[in-house]
């Protein structure tokens, strides 16, 4: 792995991420957006940086390489046999600065299960682009408030408040609320 991925400085440019690793499987941009179903400029675009991408628009991108959103920011494929970890431990899978998605465990070896300790600030959002993938996903709303969207419906969930559903299904999370909304969340299998 290319010492320049690990850069931390690297974690806020997508652009120059995503070109580094669709060089590393030795795509074209054209190849990526073949695969990826979007158009070579819209390839172009997010690695000169001139546009940023959403979180749903960048996971269908990867899924063209294919990459987890996990990899593609952390860049460390190293497994760990580590049980325990504290909360600065905790991989940071997100670069919404208003959604934040910290993943338990992202070294483990054979993962399949995956959980975050997610943040949606006042007025954050998944995107229009609904989200999509494999699996079975739930969560627990700790703190705040949080919209969800599954297919046609949708809910208001509070503290306390849950959601358990197939990921297949096209789905949304907006924070409607004035205050933060901490959200523990698991999937399975891993999508990011």
């Known amino acids: 792995m290319s010492a320049a991925l690990e850069n931390d400085d690297m974690s806020a440019d997508i652009g120059t991420r995503l070109k580094l690793v669709r ?9 990526l957006a073949r695969r990826a179903g ?13 546009v940023s991408p959403s979180i749903s628009s960048l996971k269908k991108i ?6 987890s959103l996990a990899d593609f920011f952390t860049l460390n494929f190293s497994p760990s046999d580590n049980v325990f970890f504290t909360g600065e431990e905790l ?20 993962r399949t299960l995956q959980m975050l300790r997610e943040t949606y600030q006042p007025g954050a959002d998944t995107g229009d682009a609904m ?3 494999d699996g079975e996903e739930c969560g627990v709303v700790v703190s705040g408030c949080l919209i969800v969207t599954v297919g046609l419906q949708e809910r208001l969930l ?8 197939r990921s297949d299904i096209p789905h949304r999370f907006r924070n409607p609320g004035a205050e933060p ?3 523990i969340s698991a999937n399975s299998p891993p999508s990011f």
């Open 158 to 165: 509070n503290p306390g408040d849950a959601y358990y559903f």
């Open 23 to 31: 060089q590393i499987f030795g795509l074209t941009q054209r190849e």
């Open 181 to 183: 909304c901490v959200l």
């Open 38 to 50: 979007v158009t070579n400029g819209a390839i172009s675009l997010i690695e000169q940086n001139r």
């Open 131 to 133: 989200l999509r993938h």
């Open 91 to 110: 991989t940071e899978i997100s670069y919404d600065p208003a959604i934040s998605m910290r993943m338990v465990g992202r070294k483990v070896k054979d």
């Open 62 to 67: 990867l899924d063209g390489i294919p990459l």
